[in-house]
Each structure stands twice: as C-alpha cells, then as structure tokens.
C-alpha cells in the first residue's frame, strides 16, 4: 500500500542535542509538509516543500530546518532541542497545492526532551 | 485571517444514532474546507474536503458534510454511529487556491460512540 513513513515512532533526545526525524512517502506526491501537534491541541504547519521549493512559514523558529533530498524523502531537523520543542511531529504529503490537495499523513514521531 | 471553530470539545452519542460534529469557519475568500480524523497515537487520516460544487460531500466510512455558506459551517454527520468511530476530529480550513497553503486547523472535537 502507498504510504507515509515515518521513523523513529519516538525519539528522546536531551536539551540542547541536535535530532532529526525522518518522513518518506510511497505515493509520488509533489508536496511534503511537517507540523508540529502539541498536546492537546490542533497540528501547525512549522514548513513545505513542493517539489525542491522549500516554504517556511512566518511563525516557525530558526531552531527548525528541513531538508528533502529526494521526492521520496523529508527530513526535519531540530538544531537545539528545548523542553517546549516536545510534541507529536506529523509529516503529510499531498499531490500538489491546489486541485489535489487533500493531505495523507503518516502515524508521526512523539518527541521527549528531557 | 482563516480560521475554523468547533464549539465542542466533546460529542458523545449512542451506537446507531445518527452523530453531528460541528464546524464554523471564516475566511475571507472561498473556503476549502476539509475533515480529518485522528485516532490515539496515530497520524491524522483524511476523511473529505469541499472546494467547489455540490454542497453535501461524501468521505470515508459512511461520513459527509455540509457546506453552508450562509452560516459559514461543514458540520460533520453520519446516519448511524458505531462504537469505532471513536476519536478525535478535526475541521481544517484553507483559503482559496493562493494567499498560503497552510491548512488552518480546529482545535479538534472528541467523538465518544458508547455500545
């Protein structure tokens, strides 16, 4: 079945120390995007790429980057770690912007900071 | 500004009674509009979306929605709940096919189906 992966399910890291999340996809889509869901409360948007086009959003911390090296994958980097970084991190894709743009998301990585 | 509100935190509604959850929204050009559904410790799955055209829109598992522009509301119903359609659901808002394409979400509304 085509889908979005995304490893670990759960990783821990300490304050401060570099993490990165991985996402990769099996339906081929042009779009790639990553939000951050705090507990209890709804998915924000942190960036996408459509295609090789990154879009940051106005609102996300330099502390997050993003690299897509392939259409198949995505990853999300968080350079210093902050107690406040902790939160379920969901990566989605969806075949373009506008006609096709029903986003399919994968099961997420539950971030620890301690 | 895009947002959406859904008025309640929590529905709770009998196995086989028909279930609405309720959804607001305000944009200031034409809506896309969409229903996701998440269940616990899980991503968020895609239930149906509304762009254009008829005003009642059908998804997955026996939903639908209906656009109603002049209350600016896609509530999302089912004839007849089951015990599995037990989760949390989120309303999602985006405006137009420009200005952004960040789907603006609800803050979610937690359906619980008893036998």
């Known amino acids: 079945d085509a889908m979005v992966i995304q490893n670990p399910r759960y990783q821990v890291t300490q304050f401060g120390k570099p993490v990165t999340l991985s996402c990769s996809q099996t339906?081929?889509?042009?779009?790639m995007y990553w939000y951050q869901q705090k507990s209890s409360q709804a998915p924000k948007l942190l960036f996408h790429?459509?295609?090789?086009?990154?879009?940051n959003e106005a609102d996300t911390p330099d502390n997050f980057q993003s690299r897509r090296p392939n259409t198949s994958f995505c990853f999300l980097d968080i350079r210093s770690p902050g107690l406040g970084d902790a939160a379920m991190y969901l990566c989605?894709?969806?075949?373009?912007?506008?006609?096709?743009?029903?986003?399919?998301f994968g099961p997420g990585t539950r971030l620890t900071v301690l | 500004a895009q947002s959406v509100a859904q008025p309640e935190d929590q529905v709770n509604v009998a196995e086989g009674n028909p279930l609405t959850v309720k959804c607001t929204y305000s944009?200031?050009?034409?809506?896309?509009l969409f229903w996701y559904v998440q269940y616990p410790n899980r991503g968020l799955q895609f239930l149906l979306k509304?762009?254009?055209?008829?005003?009642l829109v059908k998804g997955s598992y026996g939903f639908e929605a209906e656009f109603n522009k002049s209350q600016t509301s896609f509530h999302l119903k089912k004839p007849s709940a089951l015990v599995s359609d037990s989760a949390l659901y989120f309303c999602?808002?985006?405006?137009?096919?420009?200005?952004?394409?960040?789907?603006?979400f609800g803050k979610g509304t937690s359906l619980l189906v008893t036998p």
């Open positions: 339906l081929n889509h042009n779009v």
């Open positions: 989605a894709t969806s075949r373009d912007l506008i006609r096709y743009n029903e986003q399919f």
């Open positions: 509304y762009i254009t055209g008829d005003n």
């Open positions: 944009v200031s050009g034409n809506p896309y």
């Open positions: 790429y459509y295609d090789k086009d990154f879009n």
């Open positions: 999602a808002v985006r405006e137009g096919s420009n200005s952004g394409y960040a789907l603006n």
